[in-house]
């Protein structure tokens, strides 16, 4: 750009620069390919607040709308976490969604790197290719995975190979290897799953603590205040909010009794705008945001007026599958006009892309992320369900042929997002219509990952055992039996008990039993 500038430069000095740039950058991008490839994985981190944030970007802890406060107890449990004499150690951080686990992960992040470490994110999706196998960190390195259950294989494949690490650093002097793991829950599935006898380095372990993942506490009052304050900054009705503090808080408590940090934004956000919080529960809370992003962002597309339907359920997909390509569209979305009912030419697929630019900032041309935060999407998933079933003539059609749709498109994904819905909205109307959807697909022809179907039905089942409803649980444990889910024999084996039959239990523990001699991550002594 530069070099334009220059009179002298004629046009064809121009295209000899412009070829050799091209060759040039070809070069760099094998150079970076090969170095992402087998020498250092990508790590995001994010440091400062990105210009122009619009109402959909401060959803996400990557936009840094508000200053990190509290949770100084877990920073220091961080820092004793790197100073740890072992050359590679893991870490499991546990927390409902909202409580903030993805912001004080990139906290840890920026404090480890203000000490010398290199540190971020790993993106599966960033780092497919990159052989973990040949990794050697040349500086102390804190390395993040988030969502750990959608790609729970890969990343018990990673602990696997960065074990080796451990194993021949002999020298003092090699650096550091650390890896903090994020899920809502790790339950003894995804336990079993990682940590199991190729991999003993787990943090919590070594040090002899019970438990084996921290639960991430909730946030406390002064800190939530702050993040309420900042909001209010610079609004004209900020001394008059600032006047009704107690009332404010008490009014956040009640309606979410955790005290999430994403629920204290989305009720300040709402009280700028003017809104009465009073007598909210955390549903219609995200329902005022829902329909924020719809009137204020989803409804500017070109397409929405004529196209409403369609681009709601490309959103529902997306969500349900955590994200849905091009290609998906091509194969799996628009061969149905049920789901598409207008043509993908040029101009309508820049107007997907423009809806799914508004709707995660994450987007680009190739990938379409759903709604985030989870709880933010998983709200929409029932919503969006109980709104088609208000309309009788789509309902019996479209409701069904979404689900099928998904599970066609990412069965894995699309299993883990009704089991994380679960956590929330599993009394919800809209979480009914799914469960009669599992009970309607469940067979291994019609799901290609059984084994991830399997364990979302005895997820289910474990639901409604914890209620008592023992008969409903064990129809879903009974369809998870028929795809030899060793979970399923296990709850079917206490379900016996409770009913005082011990020859099926004693018949379900020893197949479990059976099952799990054949998984190498599972763990027979659980049995």
């Given at each position: 750009?530069?070099?334009?500038?220059?009179?002298?430069?004629?046009?064809?000095?121009?295209?000899?620069?412009?070829?050799?740039?091209?060759?040039?950058?070809?070069?760099?991008?094998?150079?970076?390919?090969?170095?992402?490839?087998?020498?250092?994985?990508?790590?995001?981190?994010?440091?400062?607040?990105?210009?122009?944030?619009?109402?959909?970007?401060?959803?996400?802890?990557?936009?840094?709308?508000?200053?990190?406060?509290?949770?100084?107890?877990?920073?220091?449990?961080?820092?004793?976490?790197?100073?740890?004499?072992?050359?590679?150690?893991?870490?499991?951080?546990?927390?409902?969604?909202?409580?903030?686990?993805?912001?004080?992960?990139?906290?840890?992040?920026?404090?480890?790197?203000?000490?010398?470490?290199?540190?971020?994110?790993?993106?599966?999706?960033?780092?497919?290719?990159?052989?973990?196998?040949?990794?050697?960190?040349?500086?102390?390195?804190?390395?993040?995975?988030?969502?750990?259950?959608?790609?729970?294989?890969?990343?018990?494949?990673?602990?696997?190979?960065?074990?080796?690490?451990?194993?021949?650093?002999?020298?003092?002097?090699?650096?550091?290897?650390?890896?903090?793991?994020?899920?809502?829950?790790?339950?003894?599935?995804?336990i079993n799953a990682m940590d199991n006898?190729?991999?003993?380095?787990?943090y919590f372990r070594f040090n002899g603590?019970?438990?084996?993942?921290?639960?991430?506490?909730?946030?406390?009052?002064?800190?939530?205040?702050?993040?309420?304050?900042?909001?209010?900054?610079?609004?004209?009705?900020?001394?008059?909010?600032?006047?009704?503090?107690?009332?404010?808080?008490?009014?956040?408590?009640?309606?979410?009794?955790?005290?999430?940090?994403?629920?204290?934004?989305?009720?300040?956000?709402?009280?700028?705008?003017?809104?009465?919080?009073?007598?909210?529960?955390?549903?219609?809370?995200?329902?005022?945001?829902?329909?924020?992003?719809?009137?204020?962002?989803?409804?500017?597309?070109?397409?929405?007026?004529?196209?409403?339907?369609?681009?709601?359920?490309?959103?529902?997909?997306?969500?349900?599958?955590?994200?849905?390509?091009?290609?998906?569209?091509?194969?799996?979305?628009?061969?149905?006009?049920?789901?598409?009912?207008?043509?993908?030419?040029?101009?309508?697929?820049?107007?997907?892309?423009?809806?799914?630019?508004?709707?995660?900032?994450k987007n680009d041309h190739e990938t379409?992320?759903?709604?985030?935060?989870?709880?933010?999407?998983?709200?929409?998933?029932?919503?969006?369900?109980?709104?088609?079933?208000?309309?009788?003539?789509?309902?019996?059609?479209?409701?069904?042929?979404?689900?099928?749709?998904?599970?066609?498109?990412?069965?894995?994904?699309?299993?883990?997002?009704?089991?994380?819905?679960?956590?929330?909205?599993?009394?919800?109307?809209?979480?009914?219509?799914?469960?009669?959807?599992?009970?309607?697909?469940?067979?291994?022809?019609?799901?290609?990952?059984?084994?991830?179907?399997?364990?979302?039905?005895?997820?289910?089942?474990?639901?409604?055992?914890?209620?008592?409803?023992?008969?409903?649980?064990?129809?879903?444990?009974?369809?998870?039996?028929?795809?030899?889910?060793?979970?399923?024999?296990?709850?079917?084996?206490?379900?016996?008990?409770?009913?005082?039959?011990?020859?099926?239990?004693?018949?379900?523990?020893?197949?479990?039993?059976?099952?799990?001699?054949?998984?190498?991550?599972?763990?027979?002594?659980?049995?």
């Amino acid at each position: 750009k530069e070099l334009i500038k220059f009179s002298s430069w004629n046009k064809l000095d121009m295209e000899i620069l412009k070829s050799q740039n091209s060759q040039i950058l070809t070069q760099i991008n094998e150079i970076k390919e090969i170095l992402t490839t087998n020498y250092s994985p990508v790590l995001k981190i994010y440091d400062k607040r990105p210009e122009n944030v619009n109402i959909m970007d401060r959803f996400l802890y990557e936009s840094l709308f508000t200053n990190f406060v509290g949770r100084s107890n877990e920073l220091n449990l961080i820092y004793d976490f790197l100073e740890e004499d072992q050359k590679f150690s893991w870490f499991m951080i546990e927390g409902p969604s909202g409580s903030g686990k993805s912001r004080f992960a990139n906290e840890a992040c920026l404090r480890a790197r203000d000490i010398g470490w290199d540190s971020g994110f790993a993106s599966i999706g960033h780092n497919k290719n990159f052989n973990w196998g040949n990794f050697r960190p040349v500086n102390d390195t804190l390395i993040v995975f988030d969502y750990v259950r959608s790609r729970k294989d890969d990343i018990r494949h990673i602990l696997e190979s960065c074990k080796i690490i451990e194993d021949s650093a002999k020298d003092k002097s090699f650096p550091k290897l650390r890896i903090l793991l994020l899920e809502r829950v790790f339950d003894s599935k995804l336990i079993n799953a990682m940590d199991n006898v190729n991999v003993r380095n787990n943090y919590f372990r070594f040090n002899g603590h019970e438990n084996l993942a921290y639960p991430m506490p909730e946030l406390e009052e002064d800190s939530r205040w702050h993040i309420l304050k900042q909001i209010f900054r610079g609004n004209i009705l900020e001394e008059s909010l600032i006047e009704q503090k107690n009332e404010i808080l008490s009014q956040i408590q009640q309606q979410d009794p955790l005290n999430r940090p994403l629920f204290t934004f989305f009720s300040g956000i709402a009280l700028v705008e003017g809104e009465n919080i009073k007598g909210w529960d955390t549903n219609q809370n995200l329902q005022y945001h829902l329909n924020r992003q719809e009137v204020n962002l989803w409804s500017k597309n070109p397409l929405w007026e004529l196209h409403q339907r369609a681009l709601k359920n490309l959103i529902w997909l997306a969500t349900m599958c955590e994200y849905i390509t091009p290609k998906d569209i091509l194969d799996y979305i628009a061969i149905d006009q049920r789901l598409i009912d207008f043509e993908l030419n040029k101009k309508n697929r820049e107007c997907i892309e423009e809806l799914f630019k508004v709707v995660n900032e994450k987007n680009d041309h190739e990938t379409f992320y759903g709604i985030k935060p989870d709880i933010f999407g998983e709200y929409y998933i029932v919503n969006y369900l109980e709104e088609i079933e208000e309309d009788s003539w789509e309902s019996s059609e479209l409701a069904p042929l979404l689900f099928v749709t998904s599970f066609h498109i990412n069965p894995q994904n699309s299993a883990i997002s009704i089991s994380i819905t679960s956590d929330n909205f599993f009394h919800s109307k809209g979480f009914n219509i799914l469960e009669n959807f599992l009970k309607t697909y469940y067979n291994a022809d019609f799901i290609p990952e059984s084994v991830e179907y399997g364990y979302l039905l005895t997820d289910i089942a474990g639901r409604h055992y914890k209620q008592n409803k023992f008969q409903e649980a064990k129809t879903f444990l009974l369809l998870a039996a028929e795809l030899q889910t060793a979970y399923a024999y296990i709850g079917l084996g206490l379900i016996y008990q409770h009913e005082d039959n011990s020859d099926l239990a004693i018949k379900c523990f020893l197949k479990a039993i059976q099952l799990c001699d054949n998984d190498p991550f599972s763990k027979i002594s659980w049995v």
